[in-house]
C-alpha cells in the first residue's frame, strides 16, 4: 500500500529506548498494554514457516530466483527482541491529518526508521550474505541480487493489504520485522530494500515513489545519467513482484501514477554505477527467454526457458529443412536434365543395338554411343539416390520437427496450468 495512507497516530516497530536523530516532528511514546492492545497485525507471533534453534532464538530461511538460480538464505532472530521491535508508536506534532504532512517530514520519519540501531544489525548482518551469495559480484551483480531478495524472498501479504483496505491506513514496519515475518505490502517491503540500499546498507541515494490515486509504493535509486523514471533522477524499482530496475507495470491491474510523490531517505548518497551493465544484461536475457521472462516468478520461469529453447531447436531444424529443401529442389532439376539427356542417349544406344543399324556404325562409333549412354545413366542413377538420401533426411527432420512442436505445446499447457496455480496463492 501507499505511504500516504498511513493515520496521523500509528504503530511503529522501533525500540522503546530509541531517540529521534533526523526529525523534530516526530515524537514517539512507548505503548501502555494496560490502556491499549497492539493489533494483531503488529503484535510478533512466531512465522508458520520459521522454527526454533534455542527458547529464544528462531532460524528463517529466505528462498528466491536469479537468472536461472534459486538461492537459499538463512537468517537467525532472536524472538524477544523482534517482539520489542514492533512496540513502539509515533506521532507528527502539530499535525492533524494526514494530507497535512510534508514530503521532508516523511523523509525524516523513514531516515529515522532505517537508521535504528538494533534494526540495522540485523539489515547488514542480512546484507553481508547477499552480497556473498551474489553470483555476480560486481556493483550491478550485486544490487540486482538484493533486489531480487526483496521481490521475491519476501512473500507479499496479502492478508495485511485486506486489513489496510479495510482500515484505510498502513503501519510503519521497521526493515527487520518485515526480514523477521518474511512477508509484507509494498510499503513494508520498499522500506526493507531502502535501508539495504541506503545510508545503512549499500549507500546508494534511495527514494520512495508513493503512488496516491495507485495506492502503491517502490524504491528509487538515483543513476548517473540522471535519465530516471517519472521524470526523476532515480530509476524505478518494483518490490511486490519480479521485474527489472527501470520497469514501470501495471500493479493488480493499475496503472501507476505518472507523477508520484518522491521522498528522499538518503540525500546525497552515491549513485548506482550499474545500470547500464543491467541494462545489457536484460536485453541479452530477453533476447534468449522471451520479454516476460524478467517479469515472472522463479516458479515459472524454468516454463519459460524450455519453450524458448525448444523455439531454438524448431528454428534450427526449421533451418535444415528449408535447406534440404533447397537441395531437393535442385536434384530434381538435375534429374530431369539427366532424364532428358538419357532419353536422347537411349535411344541412338537402341539404333546401335538393332541389326539393321547397328552394323552399319563403326566399332569404335558404337563404342561410344554405348559408353556415353552408360555413363549418363550412372549419373542418373546417383542422382537418384541423393535424392532419396535428403528425402529421407527432410522426412526424419519433419518427423522431429513436429515432435518438438508437441513438445512445446504440452510445456505452454503445463506454463498456463502454473501460472493459474500461481495466481490463486
Known amino acids: 500500500m501507499g505511504w500516504l495512507d498511513f493515520l496521523s497516530k500509528q504503530k511503529s516497530d522501533l525500540p522503546k529506548n530509541d531517540s529521534v536523530s533526523n526529525s523534530e516532528n516526530i515524537s514517539r511514546t512507548p505503548i501502555d498494554d494496560s490502556s491499549r492492545s497492539i493489533p494483531e ?7 508458520n514457516d520459521a522454527s526454533r534453534t534455542t527458547s529464544d532464538d528462531v532460524s528463517r530461511t529466505y528462498t528466491f530466483g536469479g537468472d536461472r538460480q534459486t538461492f537459499l538464505i538463512d537468517q537467525k532472530f532472536s524472538h524477544g527482541e523482534m517482539n520489542d521491535l514492533s512496540k513502539l508508536e509515533f506521532s507528527f506534532k502539530g499535525v492533524k491529518s494526514v494530507e497535512e504532512i510534508t514530503p521532508k517530514q516523511w523523509s525524516n520519519m523513514y531516515q529515522d526508521l ?4 538494533d534494526d540495522v544489525a540485523i ?4 546484507l553481508r550474505e547477499l552480497k556473498s551469495s551474489a553470483p555476480v559480484k560486481t ?3 550485486i544490487v540486482q541480487h538484493i533486489v531480487s531478495f526483496v521481490q521475491e524472498g519476501i512473500s507479499y501479504d496479502n492478508d495485511e493489504r485486506k486489513a489496510i483496505l479495510e482500515r484505510h491506513a498502513s503501519q510503519s514496519i521497521l526493515p527487520s520485522v518485515t526480514l523477521y515475518r518474511g512477508k509484507g505490502v509494498c510499503s513494508a517491503k520498499s522500506l526493507l530494500l531502502a535501508s539495504l540500499l541506503g545510508k545503512t546498507g549499500l549507500g546508494y541515494d534511495v527514494a520512495i515513489f508513493d503512488f496516491e490515486k495507485a495506492r502503491h509504493s517502490g524504491v528509487g535509486i538515483r543513476i548517473p545519467d540522471g535519465k530516471g523514471s517519472f521524470g526523476t533522477s532515480y530509476c524505478y524499482i518494483e518490490t511486490v513482484k519480479n521485474s527489472p530496475l527501470g520497469d514501470v507495470n501495471k500493479v493488480e491491474g493499475q496503472e501507476l501514477d505518472r507523477k508520484p510523490t518522491v521522498i528522499s531517505i538518503n540525500p546525497g548518497g552515491k549513485a548506482f554505477e550499474g545500470i547500464s551493465e543491467l541494462r545489457k544484461s536484460y536485453e541479452n536475457t530477453r533476447s534468449k527467454y522471451g520479454r516476460e521472462y524478467l517479469n515472472h516468478p522463479n516458479e515459472l520461469r ?15 531444424i526449421g533451418s535444415k529443412i528449408d535447406e534440404i529443401n533447397g537441395d531437393l529442389k535442385n536434384e530434381n532439376e538435375k534429374l530431369n536434365l539427366e532424364k532428358e539427356r538419357l532419353d536422347v542417349l537411349k535411344n541412338d544406344f537402341d539404333k546401335a543395338q538393332s541389326p539393321s543399324l547397328g552394323n552399319r556404325l563403326k566399332p569404335e562409333e558404337k563404342n561410344r554411343i554405348m559408353q556415353e549412354y552408360f555413363d549418363c545413366h550412372k549419373r542418373y542413377s546417383a542422382h537418384i539416390d541423393n535424392y532419396n538420401l ?14 518438438l512442436v508437441e513438445r512445446h505445446n504440452r510445456t505452454l499447457e503445463d506454463y498456463k496450468k502454473a501460472f493459474e496455480e500461481y495466481s490463486r496463492k
Open 114 to 117: 532505517t537508521s535504528n540501531p
Open 41 to 47: 497485525s503488529v503484535s510478533i507471533n512466531l512465522p
Open 139 to 141: 556493483e550491478a551483480g
Open 302 to 316: 524454468p516454463y519459460l526457458v524450455k519453450m524458448a529453447e525448444l523455439k531454438s531447436e524448431l528454428s534450427q
Open 390 to 403: 535428403k528425402a529421407a533426411e527432410q522426412r526424419s527432420l519433419v518427423g522431429e520437427h513436429e515432435n
Open 123 to 126: 539489515v547488514q548482518r542480512l
